[in-house]
């Protein structure tokens, strides 16, 4: 049996959750507490997905370097999916995803010549009362996306709580059992 690996890439605006997220997934831990890494790192985690089927999944998240700089184009390169998040509460971490998605698509060396490249849109920080992205607006954008790029299925969203350990794995199973590389 072969056994695949893919590289899932974190991406979204400093402050959304993504480092809790992966955390939370992998370690089933949330800290408050913010730390700083030195350049951008994987962690590698398998899944049992049933009948003896297992995926690897090689999560790469930033080191903060998102609130001022590029990640560079070894964070992106080889990329099988991209996680896109947002933080619910905070509407222009919303708004900049598409911006995301293009440097994305830029950086990975994609482009427009694969309209249906895995992206998976996840709205974290639900347990906050304060929700201000609504998931008929996420809805919309994986809409605009797919009509944009012309992709055949609809990029799926997610939202989670990174803090409460609510639907943390749901967006990295989906990619675990749809993503396959060809
Ligand atoms: P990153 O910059 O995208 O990696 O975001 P972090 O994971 O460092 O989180 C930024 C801040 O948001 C930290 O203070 C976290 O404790 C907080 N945070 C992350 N996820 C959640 C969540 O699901 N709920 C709440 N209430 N806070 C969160
Ligand atoms: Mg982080």
Redesign the pocket.
């Known amino acids: 049996m072969t056994k695949q690996l893919l590289k899932v890439v974190l991406i979204?605006d400093?402050?959304?959750?993504?480092?809790?997220l992966r955390n939370q997934f992998i370690h089933k831990r949330f800290t408050?507490a913010?730390k700083a890494t030195i350049g951008a790192d994987f962690i590698t985690k398998e899944i049992e997905l049933g009948d003896g089927k297992r995926v690897s999944l090689q999560i790469w998240d930033t080191a903060?370097q998102e609130r001022f700089q590029s990640l560079g184009i070894a964070f992106y390169r080889g990329a099988d999916a991209c996680i896109l998040?947002y933080d619910v509460t905070n509407y222009l971490t919303f708004e900049h995803l598409a911006k995301w998605r293009r440097e994305f698509l830029n950086q990975a060396g994609i482009g427009d010549s694969n309209p249906d490249f895995p992206f998976v849109l996840l709205g974290?920080?639900i347990?906050?009362d304060e929700r201000v992205v609504s998931r008929r607006q996420a809805r919309g954008f994986a809409r605009e996306h797919s009509i944009l790029t012309g992709a055949k299925t609809e990029m799926p969203c997610f939202e989670a709580?990174?803090?409460d350990g609510i639907h943390v794995e749901d967006a990295f199973i989906y990619i675990a059992k749809t993503v396959r590389i060809p």
Do not use: E, P, Q, R
């Open positions: 979204g400093g402050g959304v959750g993504k480092t809790s408050n913010y903060g998040c974290n920080k347990d906050i709580s990174a803090k």
